[in-house]
């Protein structure tokens, strides 16, 4: 079965600090992997994307990883900030093409306190 | 570029009523669009999916008479949830795929059916 589990359910970290939130997989064939944000009454904007041949991705403070041996990512935030308090949302696609299917995790909470 | 928006960002209405959500692709065209719900601190699941000019693919369990899907341009989807019960209340949220490229979240309709 097609899973994304995501850990830990939520995060409260102090405003400066880093924290890496994970994601596990069981999605195959794999096309590629995708971190979100999500903002209270939003929709999902992408941070990353990365596909089988990549094993790190960065966009300014986020940095993902990708491990696809093991079906393993992992979202690194470093000197968080109030404003990056979201869910933030692991998505797995099982093939690159408009027939592919979105996997979605429930997301880890992230609350960032000053 | 690729921002999708959706109108309105939030509903009420009252049971028995059809509600009306449009999605469109702002600067670019959509060869595939999608419609998902959101539950309160759950993931996205997958609704439906509409390609322009042709019916739209329902998920398993989502009912086609009660969520109806019209894709009628490149740029355009519609949802109207029919006959609206307090058990639809949900936030809504749409995407938009170009070719086999990422699927780009709207911002979301929040709906409350009282």
């Known amino acids: 079965k097609n899973q994304v589990e995501q850990s830990p359910q939520s995060l409260i970290i102090l405003e400066g600090k880093n924290c890496t939130l994970q994601?596990?997989?069981?999605?195959?064939?794999?096309?590629?992997l995708r971190w979100y944000k999500q903002d209270t009454g939003r929709g999902p904007v992408s941070l990353t994307i990365m596909t089988f041949s990549e094993n790190t991705k960065s966009n300014g403070r986020y940095t993902a990883t990708l491990d696809a041996d093991t079906k393993q990512s992992s979202l690194h935030i470093t000197a968080s900030q109030l404003s990056d308090s979201a869910s933030y949302i692991c998505v797995v696609s099982d093939r690159g093409s408009t027939l592919g299917r979105l996997y979605f995790g429930r997301g880890t909470q992230l609350t960032v306190w000053p | 570029g690729a921002v999708v928006s959706q109108h309105p960002s939030r509903v009420i209405c009252k049971s028995g009523t059809s509600v009306k959500i449009e999605c469109r692709s702002l600067?670019?065209?959509?060869?595939?669009m999608f419609w998902y719900r959101q539950f309160p601190k759950k993931s996205l699941m997958l609704m439906a999916t509409s390609n322009e000019g042709s019916k739209a693919t329902y998920e398993q369990g989502v009912e086609k008479d009660k969520f109806l899907i019209n894709h009628a341009s490149l740029t355009l989807s519609t949802l109207t949830v029919t006959s609206a019960h307090p058990e639809d209340s949900s936030f809504y949220i749409c995407?938009?795929?170009?070719?086999?490229?990422?699927?780009?979240f709207g911002p979301g309709t929040r709906l409350l059916v009282l």
């Open positions: 600067d670019f065209q959509a060869t595939t």
């Open positions: 994601c596990n997989y069981t999605v195959s064939p794999f096309s590629n």
């Open positions: 995407s938009a795929q170009r070719d086999t490229e990422t699927q780009y």
